[in-house]
């Protein structure tokens, strides 16, 4: 009887194993005419999502060896990390997260066959705006890298100014990259190109899906692409219909939805063909490029955020309801070393050199000097060239944003830089910083009122000199817009009084304009 009821549990336990292991094998599998009803973008986006899950779970290294399982647990890490990383755009973790993607939908994506029931690689020509910036990008990086627009500028002239014919059948003139430019585009550089199409395969195939659906998973929509290019920054939400769904005017040309807006050579082009679809995905996008770091989610409460990000961008974001959409502003400081004579020894400039002599002296005698100018005049970059004349100084810096990166640029320099957070203001930095051995004192950007008495403070007592940058049009708008700024914190204090005291802190301007 013993000898039966044991028979009977190792039969039953021989089963279970083969179930399991049946299971195990079958558990990824699909039927071949399921597997081609189901090959769509969405379904592969499923798939990537599930299978990372069971990867980085811990339940399917129960039953390795010690070390099968150090292996798969530093892998785990690794991926682990790689993902963490990529939502902050970090190049080398996306492409950590590429490689895996591509290595899951392998399973799926067998054959070009397969891949061209995703994407229609057969017919490149007809398939939809975004899929053929991807396959341009992919095509054109393997030989410009990151600077593929750089590429299309000199090719193609996008900063030139077109007429574009509106809605309303009115031409206006325009910088501006449409869709039927990017046909152009695509035709000439893809298509018509026997090199490309030649060694365009299956491998390719792969890596566009791959992005696509990186961008849908972990990166920024439809402008993680972009977001990788070297430009000097972009912005979205701030042209374009807002009204169009309420009013059902589908077919119109320009909505908010298709607001992405790139500087090229301090030019802004609208990129008009690409879309983000809905309110809710630029919502998303604006909330993930804003994510690094802990500052705190984005709310109806405070929809205002200015962040920096791993490679030192700036990113502005607003939100509903203090905007009337959701809106992005990121701008790219490429971490370059520039100096004074790249910067002013151009075509257009005759006697560049007496700028260099006066900027030298200035920084010799210890003058205060501030960096005036509109916005993308180069006031940041001008600054960044003139820490050059400011060798063997110890350098403290006050930023909104980590946007000057001077350690970069100068590692052998005595510099540190701090911004303010929502606990500590300004004013707190500039008073610890009276304390920090002082040479040269900047100040990134004087755009609060709080920040002009204590950085005219910085300028008498704090350091032997000081400079920074302002908005300001023209040397009264700086001095009258200094004293205002001044009046406004500090009660009591008389205007005239105010300007005299800037005046006596302040003798130079170092002003850029547009030419």
């Known amino acids: 009887m013993a000898v039966q009821i044991l028979l009977t549990v190792v039969l039953f336990a021989i089963f279970a194993g083969c179930c399991f292991i049946f299971y195990r094998k079958r558990k990824n599998e699909v039927s071949d005419e399921i597997h081609l009803q189901l090959m769509t973008m969405d379904y592969l986006l499923e798939t990537v999502k599930r299978r990372i899950v069971e990867i980085t779970r811990d339940d399917e290294i129960i039953t390795a060896t010690n070390e099968a399982y150090r292996v798969r647990q530093a892998n785990k890490r690794r991926i682990d990390t790689a993902l963490t990383q990529a939502i902050d755009g970090i190049p080398q973790a996306r492409q950590i997260v590429i490689n895996l993607i591509i290595d899951i ?27 053929k910036w991807e396959i341009l990008n992919v095509v054109l990086s393997k030989e410009y890298g990151t600077e593929v627009l750089d590429y299309i500028e000199d090719q193609y002239h996008l900063t030139e100014l077109r007429d574009i014919t509106m809605d309303d059948g009115v031409t206006r003139p325009k910088r501006e990259f449409t869709g039927m430019m990017l046909d152009e585009i695509f035709q000439n550089e893809v298509l018509n190109n ?56 589908w077919d119109a040309m320009y909505r908010a939805t298709n607001s992405v807006w790139v500087q090229i050579n301090a030019l802004w082009i609208h990129f008009s063909f690409i879309d983000f679809g809905s309110m809710n995905e630029m919502r998303r996008v604006t909330r993930q490029l804003t994510a690094y770091g802990n500052l705190g989610p984005m709310t109806e409460k405070n929809p205002l955020k200015v962040n920096d990000s791993p490679d030192g961008s700036r990113i502005t974001a607003i939100g509903t309801p203090v905007g009337e959409c959701w809106a992005c502003f990121v701008r790219k400081f490429n971490i370059s070393s520039p100096t004074l004579k790249a910067l002013l020894d151009k075509d257009y400039a005759s006697n560049w050199e007496l700028v260099v002599k006066l900027l030298y002296f200035m920084a010799k005698a210890e003058c ?62 500039q008073s610890i910083f009276k304390k920090s051995d ?36 023209d040397d009264y708008a700086l001095v009258n817009g200094l004293a205002n700024s001044w009046i406004t914190v500090q009660t009591g204090m008389d205007k005239s009084a105010a300007m005299s005291s800037i005046l006596d802190v302040i003798n130079f301007n170092c002003h850029l304009a547009f030419v």
Request: aromatic share 12%; net charge negative; hydrophobic share 45%.
């Open 194 to 249: 026997h090199a490309v199409m030649s060694s365009f395969g299956y491998n390719d195939y792969l890596m566009v899906i791959a992005i696509i659906l990186f961008s849908k998973y972990k990166g920024f929509g439809v402008v993680d692409t972009l977001r990788q290019l070297k430009i000097d920054g972009f912005h979205f939400g701030t042209s374009g219909s807002v009204r169009y769904e309420i009013e059902g005017r």
């Open 438 to 473: 002082a040479y040269l004192s900047m100040v990134g950007e004087v755009a609060e009122d709080q920040v002009v008495p204590n950085m005219i403070q910085f300028a008498i007592i704090a350091s032997a000199f000081t400079t920074f940058s302002h908005h300001a049009k």
């Open 105 to 131: 939908i392998k399973v799926e994506v067998k054959t070009e066959e397969d891949a061209c029931k995703v994407i229609d690689f057969r017919a490149m020509d007809y398939l939809p705006y975004q899929e």
């Open 368 to 429: 205060n000097v501030p960096f005036t100018g509109q916005q993308n005049t180069g006031k940041t970059t001008m600054m960044k060239a003139f820490i050059e004349l400011c060798d063997l100084m110890n350098i403290r810096v006050l930023e909104m944003s980590f946007e000057l990166a001077l350690r970069e640029i100068y590692p052998w320099m005595d510099i540190f830089t701090a911004k303010p957070t929502q606990y500590i203001s300004n004013s707190e930095i």
